[in-house]
């Protein structure tokens, strides 16, 4: 069974400064890993997604992630954060063969302080 | 661009009522899906359907949840008779593919169902 571990349930950057959630794997198969973002009363919107190309993808909005095998992690980063970053965030897992549904982390809310 | 949509976006309902949530998703997607959220937890599996029939269902999808397109375009989550617990963020999701790699899921807003 696969799962993601997202630590940290909240998140407080200041404005300018680089933005890090964290999000560790686990999964008995390569999978691929997704990050989602959910701004305030709307859905999940795709942030970027690994699939086994570079380990360091590139994603909207400025976001990146980088995946890293040896510590099964998919941590997302972003070098300055801007208000519009509020959110929550949710780092997401599945495999490869598509046979089993996205399994989602509990989120992390970020806040990004004036 | 083509988006998921879901109605309605807030639904209140009485402790053992049946309610509809239903969706619209992106035309050319072929698997659908449904998720819920509770407040405070994490984004959960409810099920999956393909060509008329429920491809994937999770624990939670027990004998009170069914799923239905009932037309070309909508597909609705029913619980028959609601309870305290099935409070949640509901949202429908659709996909070209099953392979997520691909072909990622686009999600709703989500429909908030209170059970009162």
Redesign the interface.
């Given at each position: 069974a696969q799962s993601v571990t997202q630590l940290g349930s909240h998140v407080s950057v200041s404005e300018g400064a680089l933005v890090l959630l964290r999000c560790n794997y686990s999964s008995s198969v390569p999978p691929?890993l997704?990050w989602?973002v959910q701004y305030p009363?709307?859905?999940?919107?795709?942030l970027l997604?690994y699939?086994?190309a570079a380990t360091l993808v590139k994603g909207i909005n400025g976001f990146e992630a980088e995946f890293k095998k040896s510590e099964t992690s998919f941590h997302l980063t972003k070098p300055s954060a801007h208000m519009s970053d509020a959110a929550e965030y949710?780092c997401?897992v599945?495999d490869?063969?598509?046979?089993?549904?996205?399994?989602?982390?509990?989120?992390t809310r970020l806040s990004v302080i004036a | 661009e083509p988006e998921?949509t879901?109605t309605p976006?807030h639904q209140v309902t009485q402790m053992g009522q049946e309610v509809i949530l239903r969706c619209v998703p992106i035309s050319n997607h072929l698997y659908f899906?449904w998720?819920r959220q509770i407040l405070g937890?994490?984004?959960?599996?409810l099920v999956?359907f393909y060509n008329n029939e429920i491809s994937?269902k999770?624990e939670i999808f027990d004998d009170q949840f069914s799923v239905e397109r009932p037309d070309g375009s909508n597909f609705t989550l029913k619980i028959r008779s609601t309870k305290l617990e099935d409070s949640a963020m509901y949202?429908c999701?659709s996909s070209v593919?099953?392979?997520?790699?691909?072909s990622?899921?686009?999600?709703?807003?989500?429909t908030r169902l209170t059970v009162t």
């Amino acid at each position: 069974a696969q799962s993601v571990t997202q630590l940290g349930s909240h998140v407080s950057v200041s404005e300018g400064a680089l933005v890090l959630l964290r999000c560790n794997y686990s999964s008995s198969v390569p999978p691929y890993l997704f990050w989602y973002v959910q701004y305030p009363n709307q859905g999940l919107q795709l942030l970027l997604k690994y699939t086994s190309a570079a380990t360091l993808v590139k994603g909207i909005n400025g976001f990146e992630a980088e995946f890293k095998k040896s510590e099964t992690s998919f941590h997302l980063t972003k070098p300055s954060a801007h208000m519009s970053d509020a959110a929550e965030y949710f780092c997401a897992v599945s495999d490869r063969s598509g046979n089993t549904p996205l399994v989602f982390g509990k989120g992390t809310r970020l806040s990004v302080i004036a | 661009e083509p988006e998921v949509t879901q109605t309605p976006s807030h639904q209140v309902t009485q402790m053992g009522q049946e309610v509809i949530l239903r969706c619209v998703p992106i035309s050319n997607h072929l698997y659908f899906y449904w998720y819920r959220q509770i407040l405070g937890q994490k984004v959960e599996f409810l099920v999956s359907f393909y060509n008329n029939e429920i491809s994937e269902k999770s624990e939670i999808f027990d004998d009170q949840f069914s799923v239905e397109r009932p037309d070309g375009s909508n597909f609705t989550l029913k619980i028959r008779s609601t309870k305290l617990e099935d409070s949640a963020m509901y949202f429908c999701a659709s996909s070209v593919n099953r392979g997520l790699g691909n072909s990622p899921l686009h999600f709703g807003n989500g429909t908030r169902l209170t059970v009162t």
